[in-house]
């Protein structure tokens, strides 16, 4: 074993060889890969051991020859500049063959430092069960860009395994899979045991409400908000029991709402949910609605409940001063989908052409850009 330290040295002086095959270095920017130190020696196991709370200073050098942003590496994750062996080589070599460049490796290992810890063993495994729900690997290089955690996250492979068997087990299909994947990644670092827990409350809560098949509920549920099982049963337990008081729905409207779109309500925190509800119950009895329009409001567009108090009021305000009714907005909630800035405009719009809403009604508002683009032309030339 006293050969160790020394065998340990042989490998640093290979680096150098690898960065300049790897990033094209000059020999100049070589010699600054070298070690400045060496590593003393635990005589308990023989490993190289860095002194409490002292970086790693080859490592510092090597991930700037990269092109890491250190600072902001070391601020999200300093523990791992304090290692003594990492695998940054191995990390970058195994990512350029799957297609990835070196601007997102460098922004890769700045954003979630931690990923140059895993072996190249553990990243062949990991690919290999990522490519059973993405067809490429530059699909997976892009949620990697995007997202370096949804992937280094978790070492633990085998939960990721039994993760990804458990939700197929459920009857969600790889498309269901691949967007959970993209949209809320650390479903698949969670324990099953968590993510089998929440199953069971939707199953609960279906059977609580009279339904009859608690195992599709839970898929619907979780197919229409991808982030339901990043979020505690707790919080989810509330807000159905929040819905139900104040809304005061049947037990059979509730369950339909909830395996609908109001699932996407689902996992937003249980005081900012209550606190919409009120809000919006008191703005539109402001407006002279009673508490069947509030419901069916709420019914018809769940995500209502999304928005906040200060910008519904402003979007409600100005929809009705451009000479929409209420009975219209109930009609067609979706159009509070848009941004206040983007309903001003196109009323203005409308208004400089005389477009009567009470005559065609507000469907043109719901609209995309390019859409309303296409109405306005050819509404501006039958006006010619």
Known sequence: MAAVPGFRALLSLRQPVILQQTFGLNAIQLTACLPRRLCSVNTKNNEP????????????????????????????????????????????QFLQSKGASRKVIASIISRYPRAITRSIRHLEQRWELWRNIFKTDEEIVTILDRSPESFFRSSDNGNLEKNIAFLTSLGLNSR????????????????????????????????????????????????????????????????VNNLRASLKLSDSDLLDLLQGHGSEILDLSNEYLKKNIISLQQKMVSLGCQKADINKLIIRYPLVLYIGPDTLSCKLDCLLEGGITMKQILQKPKVLD????????????????????????INILDSSRKRFAAKMEKLAASNN
């Open 49 to 92: 051991k860095l002194a409490v709370n002292t970086e790693n200073e080859s490592l510092l050098e090597t991930l700037n020859l990269m092109g890491v942003d250190v600072i902001r590496a070391r601020q999200r994750q300093p523990g791992v500049f304090r290692k003594t062996f990492t695998n940054e080589q191995g990390l970058t």
């Open 176 to 239: 269901d899979l691949h967007r959970l994947l993209t949209t809320a990644p650390r479903t698949f670092s969670n324990s099953l045991e968590l993510n089998r827990q929440m199953v069971e409350c939707l199953e609960d809560v279906c059977a609580e409400l009279g339904g009859k098949n608690p195992e599709q509920f839970a898929k619907a549920v979780i197919s229409r908000n991808l982030y339901i099982l990043i979020r505690s049963t707790k919080r989810v337990r509330t807000n």
């Open 338 to 361: 848009y941004s206040t800035q983007n309903i001003t405009e196109r009323l203005k719009e409308l208004q400089r052409i005389g477009y009567d809403f009470q005559k065609n009604g």
